[in-house]
């Protein structure tokens, strides 16, 4: 289990676009090929026809998907700068004015801030480029800065566009890949990761399209790259749409299957909008006391104490970045809706449980009150009481509350580890682009498509500042939280365990105690216990197996115990990452890069492994 920050509500204005342009339908089109071209003319026909078939493509989608996604739609492409196809690709996209073009750099210029897109060694003038404006989107890896190589800097080019895209075009002759970072090898990369491709090949009449779906009669890339040209299908709008549209488009049949229900209830609930009188009243004064019954307990019975803000102390360079700023806003959003609904429904099984108490309790205290109107008012506030557990229950059921709960939730730890890993210009679903399986991965990956890559130059200094920022949040936070979650857990089990005993050695003291006294009543003909202490035992009979059932009822729909143990497993895995992760200033580049992956890949895999747990404790009405 992951964090719940006690944040506030995401300051809309600080987010830019993110807070008016919250989930657009965002396509990105990535793009590798040759330095040298034969017959320009072919080519220039042959991007032509490609970028038709994507503009037209993307309409249909737009067209079909459009009702899912908020703000407007836009195509992007993700392209190098160097001579030859990317250059012509990248005019041809301006021209077409489809959509913005994110130009990434592998070199930069020693001592400057020029770009070059080959070895700045061999004093190229051609591969010299001045980079945009700061403003503008692009991204330059300092590779020399970093310590890659010059093949490891043109692949490392070659990843960001596969880990970034949702469609590759590739200018490439079919052979073999001949090295790390050519178009051959970037192809590869695309498939093995199941992206289509779009194969613009040279002698070629018309582009053609290799669906991924296709893909599975072959082992592995490597050897589908030999049959590539069985493989692929005629380039249309309409195929490629056909193509695209599982990716983009959120599961379910869009009626009224359980996702698109869910995505529906994301929609309508909103704790950060408070309506007007008289609901707003009281909603506000429901969160102020009822929904925090929860948080007291915790506080009496776990010993917690307030969090810190796990969003603060992020580089100045960082924060003013639009892709993070829009993924802080839609992790900062998820996140108060998670804690909001999580106060309401734990401290609705609360109070089930202590008003099934006191219904005991108060059916059982006429036999200790010697008045005539004891049983009226008895039975009144049973039936009250009653009442009212009737209502939070069907409440609970009717608003989706224990699945909303779940799916924000997970939403949110999913956004929490985008977020960390998004400045190092990855993510946890690099390794395989595949349909996404819920509405929260689909919403979490369209945020990641609208965030684009990370903008600017990343060099050794950025790196190591980021990354250390992101190990503070990512593993050093975790072990934070999952130590605090283990002595609140822990303790929460022992005060359950407590009351457990407390509750049943009363009842056994009262009812020795009476038995001792029918004893010697009948034996020694003492005088026979007073009325009241029969009163007694009839109310200590009632309430304290009703205490033991709550206690109970507390721990399977919370499993304290459980989360105890899990914690203190989890804090053990973190500390094991940090110990990995070392001094990151003296780690490789790729080194620190798969070991933040891996930590936010266990903070998802967490969220999941909760959230399952979570559907199987439904909400307890009790009596």
């Known amino acids: ?89 990248a005019a041809a996209w301006r021209a077409a004015r489809l959509g913005e073009d994110h130009l990434i750099y592998p070199f930069r210029e020693p001592e400057g801030a020029a770009a070059y897109t080959d070895n700045p060694a061999k004093a190229d003038l051609e591969t010299r480029v001045e980079t945009p404006p700061a403003g503008e989107a692009w991204t330059g890896i300092d590779s020399a800065s970093l310590g890659l190589d010059h093949e490891r800097a043109h692949a490392e080019v070659g990843r960001w566009i596969v880990r970034h895209a949702d469609l590759l075009v590739a200018w490439w002759n079919g052979a073999p890949p001949g090295g790390p970072g050519g178009a051959g090898d970037t192809v590869q990369r695309a498939l093995e990761r199941g992206l289509p491709v779009v194969w613009l090949k040279p002698g070629e009449a018309h582009p053609r399209l290799v669906d991924p779906a296709h893909l599975h009669q072959h082992a592995e890339a490597a050897e589908t790259m030999t049959r590539l040209a069985d493989i692929a299908e005629p380039l249309s709008a309409e195929r490629l749409a056909q193509v695209l549209a599982p990716t983009l488009s959120p599961p379910g049949d869009g009626v009224n299957d359980a996702e698109t229900k869910a995505r ?105 009150i010697s008045c005539p109107l004891a049983h009226d008012w008895s039975a009144g506030i049973e039936f009250a009481l009653g009442v009212t557990a009737f209502f939070i229950a069907a409440a609970a059921r009717r608003a989706h509350r224990h699945r909303r709960w779940s799916d924000v939730r997970r939403l949110a730890e999913r956004l929490r580890a985008a977020r ?165 200033d003296r780690q490789a580049y790729h080194h620190v890069q798969a070991i933040i992956r891996r930590a936010a890949q266990l903070v998802v895999e967490d969220a999941d492994a909760w959230r399952d747990r979570a559907l199987r404790r439904r909400i307890v009405r009790g009596g």
């Open 1 to 89: 289990m992951n964090p719940e920050t006690n944040s506030a509500p995401a300051n809309r204005a600080s987010a830019g676009d993110a807070a008016d342009d919250r989930l657009p339908l965002v396509l990105t089109v990535g793009f590798s090929g040759h330095r040298a071209v034969d017959d320009a003319a072919e080519a220039e026909h042959l991007i032509a026809e490609t970028l038709a078939a994507i503009g037209a493509g993307f309409e249909t989608l737009k067209r079909s998907l459009g009702p899912a996604f908020e703000g407007m739609p836009r195509l992007r492409l993700l392209i190098g700068a160097a001579p030859g196809t990317d250059r012509m690709v």
């Open 264 to 368: 529906r209830d994301y929609a309508a609930v909103d704790p950060m909008r408070r309506r007007g009188a008289p609901i707003g009243l009281a909603q506000a004064l429901l969160d102020r006391t009822l929904w925090r019954s929860f948080k007291l307990f915790e506080r009496v019975a776990g010993g917690a104490r307030g969090r810190p803000d796990s969003i603060a102390g992020a580089p100045a360079a960082l924060s003013a970045q639009p892709g993070f700023q829009r993924l802080r806003f839609a992790s900062n959003e998820s996140a108060v809706r998670s804690v909001h609904l999580s106060s309401i429904h734990r401290s609705e099984q609360l109070l089930l449980i202590v008003i099934a108490i006191a219904a005991v309790l108060t059916g059982a205290l006429p036999s200790l």
């Open 420 to 584: 960390a890993t998004w400045p190092l210009g990855l993510d946890i679903a690099d390794g395989h682009a595949q349909p996404p399986a819920t509405w929260t991965e689909w919403r979490a990956c369209a945020l990641l498509r609208a965030a684009g890559p990370p903008r600017g130059w990343i060099d050794r200094p950025r790196f190591n500042a980021e990354a250390a920022w992101v190990a503070g949040q990512l593993i050093d936070g975790q072990i934070d939280y999952h130590a605090r979650q283990h002595a609140i857990a822990d303790n929460i089990e022992r005060f359950i365990r407590r009351v457990e005993d407390v509750a049943f050695l009363t009842l056994m003291g009262v009812l020795a105690a009476f038995l001792v006294m029918i004893c010697l009543t009948t034996w020694v003909h003492t005088p026979p216990a007073p009325d009241w202490f029969g009163g007694l035992v009839m109310v200590v009979s009632a309430v304290a197996p009703a205490i033991g059932a709550g206690c109970l009822a507390l721990e399977a729909t919370n499993g304290f115990g459980e989360l105890a143990r899990h914690s203190e497993h989890l804090e053990v895995e973190f500390r094991q990452m940090r110990e990995r992760l070392g001094d990151i």
